[in-house]
């Protein structure tokens, strides 16, 4: 009996079957996140700490194999996220929006992941004209000035000179627009020779090369950016970390990821590890509000 047991467990650990219940062949070692522009850099971040902390899975948990760690990230807006989860390309799609009702009810089990609170300031070169005057913006303002109805800064206040205003805004497809659609444009559209910048990178740029320019760069750019920009009020309130939390200002969006699907073992412990204290610190080292 003792005999054919010891067989039984040589078996076992020859074809790689760990307490898990997977084979080392089956283990998934490599994790692919595709969407949010915004989310995009977070993740990476917090996937390199990861790897340059273990670099190899046995050293996340030693019933892991010794396989080298791989995770991908990769950008292509909010959409693209859910889109590639659904069909299949990454296990994992970041979106800096709410998913909507339609596209979850399209997943056979939608899982999401909440990381941060983000909110898009609406910001300015600190050297624009109207910073002499005024540092608060209405709803309405923003509508005209988003629309092209106001083409000068003299429209927004008489007393600028007639400087014209350079909108710059996220492509129009991508989850920071839709938020600012919903939130502050409603029917209106955005004007068509708006510059759609790439990235909140690449738009927080724009705002620093040019002082005329406005545009609704994410709190977590901005805060990277706070000597050269300034972040206006809207509707008298400001975007501060307590009027995001407490939904006082109202621009604001969750930055997440989502799953079709019960999590592998070694995508779990990933995700362990992002919503741990070392993951949490690099949200906030971003610039986002972590969400614990």
Do not use: C
């Not at 030693?62 to 390309?89: D, H, M, R, T």
């Not at 938020?179 to 724009?206: E, R």
């Not at 930055?255 to 999590?263: E, H, N, R």
């Amino acid at each position: 009996m003792v005999k054919g047991l010891r067989l039984f467990l040589s078996s076992v650990l020859f074809l790689g079957v760990t307490t898990f219940g997977y084979s080392a062949e089956d283990f998934k070692a490599q994790i692919l996140f595709n969407g949010s522009s915004s989310l995009a850099p977070v993740i990476s971040k917090i996937s390199t700490n990861f790897i340059e902390e273990n670099i190899t899975w046995d050293k996340v948990n030693k019933e892991f194999p010794q396989k080298n760690i791989a995770i991908y990230v990769s950008s292509g807006g909010s959409g693209a996220g859910v889109k590639s989860v659904l069909e299949g390309i990454s296990d994992f799609g970041m979106v800096a929006r709410n998913v909507k009702d339609s596209e979850k009810a399209k997943f056979k089990n939608y899982q999401e992941f909440v990381v941060a609170s983000d909110a898009l300031t609406i910001s300015v070169n600190n050297e624009n004209p109207i910073l002499k005057y005024q540092k608060n913006i209405s709803n309405e303002t923003l509508k005209k000035i988003f629309s092209g109805e106001y083409r000068y800064w003299s429209d927004v206040d008489s007393r600028l000179e007639k400087k014209e205003i350079v909108v710059v805004t996220r492509d129009l497809g991508g989850g920071a627009h839709e938020v600012f659609q919903n939130v502050i444009m409603g029917d209106t559209d955005v004007k068509m020779d708006a510059i759609q910048a790439p990235s909140m990178g690449a738009l927080a740029t724009k705002l620093v090369e040019n002082k005329y320019a406005i545009g609704y760069a994410s709190f977590g750019v901005y805060n990277q950016n706070k000597d050269k920009l300034t972040a206006l009020s809207v509707e008298g309130v400001e975007p501060t970390i307590d009027n995001i939390l407490s939904g006082t200002y109202k621009i604001q969006r969750p930055l997440l990821f989502i799953k079709d699907g019960a999590l592998t073992v070694s995508e779990k412990a990933f995700v362990d590890y992002i919503f741990s204290e070392e993951g949490m610190a690099a949200v906030e080292a971003s610039g986002y509000i972590p969400v614990k």
